[in-house]
């Protein structure tokens, strides 16, 4: 039982390239979401997808795209990067309403 | 417009005493505020929560207090410990709604 996973661990991208950040969670939770932490700004949602099929905005939705593949995985893909996309992005899910279970992070650094 | 603020960007204690971090929202629509806690590279993890519909929750050295009045929570730990030393995040949620909004986070060192 892993909970919830995220690849990659760090990643280095330059202006302008793509890239999908992957997350997964073998908790049978309807709810998964993507945070991004910033140094003096807290965590600030992303997306989420309330369950298999849906997704919506949260705070910060601007720059990146979503995926809800199936029950189990979350991707978050960013089409263009820019370098004020740098950041900890952090996946997590839950069943609705409660506890969220959080992944390790991905360390996001953008040139 | 923030919605949940911790205004304390940091709290320094000694080791065995009583670590207070607070936590303010705007939104009266908010019915449910958990407390995470995150140790540097990894992610955040629950520690507490409490329902609108009580003023205080309990968990061993951990307690959690809701001022509804006022628009604020506060966490106490007693007595701190070494371990304690981490950013501590509130966050809050309204009912029908999926979505939880957090805090700045305070970060809490525990001096032995």
């Known amino acids: 039982n892993a909970g919830v996973t995220q690849t990659p661990k760090f990643q280095v991208l330059k202006t302008g390239q793509s890239m999908t950040l992957q997350c997964a969670q073998d908790?049978?939770?309807?709810?998964m979401y993507w945070y991004r932490q910033d140094p003096g700004m807290g965590l600030r949602l992303i997306y989420y997808?309330?369950?298999?099929?849906?997704?919506d905005k949260g705070e910060v939705p601007n720059g990146y795209n979503v995926s809800r593949l199936n029950k189990r995985e979350f991707s978050l893909r960013l089409e263009s990067a820019a370098p004020s996309q740098t950041s900890v992005y952090f996946c997590?899910?839950?069943?609705?309403?409660?506890?969220?279970?959080f992944g390790p992070g991905t360390r996001l650094l953008v040139l | 417009d923030q919605q949940v603020k911790q205004n304390s960007p940091s709290l320094s204690v000694q080791e065995g005493r009583i670590s207070i971090l607070n936590c303010d929202y705007t939104?009266?629509?908010?019915?449910?505020f958990l407390w995470y806690k995150k140790y540097p590279a990894e992610g955040p993890t629950f520690l507490i929560s409490?329902?609108?519909?009580?003023d205080k929750n309990e968990d061993g050295r951990f307690t959690v207090f809701l001022n509804k009045s006022a628009k604020h929570l506060s966490l106490h730990i007693v007595p701190s410990q070494p371990g304690d030393s981490a950013v501590y995040f509130c966050?809050?949620?309204?009912?029908?709604?999926?979505?939880?909004?957090f805090g700045t986070g305070t970060r809490l060192k525990v001096l032995a």
């Open positions: 997808s309330a369950s298999e099929g849906t997704t």
């Open positions: 939104n009266s629509m908010f019915d449910y």
């Open positions: 966050a809050a949620s309204a009912s029908g709604t999926y979505k939880y909004i």
């Open positions: 409490i329902s609108s519909i009580k």
């Open positions: 908790m049978n939770h309807n709810s």
């Open positions: 997590a899910s839950n069943t609705g309403k409660e506890t969220q279970y």
